[in-house]
């Protein structure tokens, strides 16, 4: 028992403390930021931009991210193309009342889900470099602008922006810490993933995704595979909605289907040695998504061990407030009250499901095509 506690507890320390320690001392002493103008060649054109949103029953939000869009400060060429994925409400229709020579829109008879609706947008785009983003996720004014300027440098090959939640939820803490650590795996070269809301990809190294992968957390493994860099753009905002409703099952679905690139390319990223990738991937994603079961195991080891005294006594005390404050969030969270409380139940949750994303991506159990947060 004494051994599954170090274990699980040197893994959660080290998945939530040492990680970000470990970056900071790979990190180069002069990192160079994502946006600066080393290693553009003289070049300093702004990449032309395709904006790509696979939107299924988004009638609620689609015309404002038009709007959003059109309304955005860019010195170069951008285009938007929405592929509607099989919309069964009025989608389709509005995207089409509001196309022109910036906007075009493309019809899935049929739902085939998020990945191929990506693969046709993409296939039809124009512009030197995909812009991906959601369809109820709204961009800063001059988000595209600082999104693209680092792709001047030629090494770059995808760049992801960050999202911002309103309010104070599980969401923008959860952000904010996933930012931080973006950050310094950007001084790397490397993200873990980008974020949905917003990132840009060069074409040429874009490929037809399976249907079955997330295109945010594949992307930068081919990025990493070409060998080309992957940064973030911290002051690339786009501002998303954040709703407790559905949040438990999306991440379930969003962890399923991440779990499944990482077990497929991770022979790839190790015959092609691309140590760095590795090492974010399983710090950052894999050891987090084991949260849920580590701290079971911690658990279960610490009731026994209580019993000589001294240090895991008193760790048995802080997981039984724990355990306490988290069922106090669940009732609040229930009520509607916001609090620290919750925020402690948030993340249970939140490491619950990334956990039964982990198995139902083990049990083949990975959905193709699901319900967007507003239905």
């Not at 046709?120 to 109820?136: H, I, Q, S, Y």
């Amino acid at each position: 028992m004494t051994g599954l506690f170090y274990i699980s507890g040197f893994l959660l320390l080290y998945a939530y403390v040492l990680y970000p320690m470990v970056l900071i001392a790979l990190s180069p002493s002069q990192p160079r930021r994502a946006g600066s103008d080393d290693g553009c060649a003289g070049s300093t054109a702004a990449p032309s931009l395709s904006v790509i949103v696979a939107a299924y029953n988004e009638d609620r939000c689609i015309a404002h991210k038009i709007e959003n869009f059109l309304s955005c400060r860019y010195s170069g060429e951008a285009e938007m193309i929405v592929v509607s994925d099989g919309s069964s409400d009025r989608t389709a229709e509005i995207a089409e009342s509001m196309a022109g020579e910036r906007v075009r829109v493309i019809r899935q008879p049929q739902r085939r889900g998020k990945g191929v609706a990506v693969n046709e947008g993409a296939n039809a785009a124009r512009g030197e470099v995909l812009v991906f983003t959601d369809a109820n996720a709204m961009f800063a004014a001059d988000a595209l602008e600082k999104v693209a300027r680092p792709m001047r440098d030629k090494s770059i090959g995808l760049v992801t922006g960050v999202s911002r939640y309103p309010g104070e939820t599980i969401g923008s803490t959860y952000q904010r810490y996933e930012q931080m650590l973006k950050g310094l795996e950007s001084r790397l070269g490397v993200v873990a993933g980008a974020d949905g809301a917003l990132y840009a990809i060069r074409r040429d190294l874009f490929k037809p995704l399976d249907p079955a992968l997330i295109n945010d957390f594949v992307h930068p493994i081919v990025a990493s595979l070409a060998g080309a860099q992957s940064v973030m753009a911290g002051d690339a905002f786009a501002l998303e909605e954040f709703s407790e409703a559905g949040e438990f099952a999306r991440q379930v679905r969003m962890v399923s289907q991440a779990a499944l690139v990482y077990f497929r390319l991770l022979p790839e990223l190790i015959k092609k040695r691309r140590w760095r990738s590795i090492l974010v991937l399983t710090s950052h994603k894999m050891l987090r998504w084991l949260t849920a079961p580590l701290l079971v195991i911690a658990v279960i080891a610490t009731v026994p061990l209580a019993g000589r005294g001294g240090t895991f006594r008193v760790v048995l005390g802080m997981e039984i407030l724990f355990a306490l404050i988290a069922a106090i969030g669940m009732v609040a969270s229930r009520r509607g009250t916001e609090g620290n409380a919750t925020i402690a139940y948030q993340f249970v949750a939140l490491n619950c499901a990334q956990a039964v994303g982990l198995w139902r991506c083990f049990s083949g159990e990975v959905p193709v095509v699901w319900k967007p947060r507003n239905l």
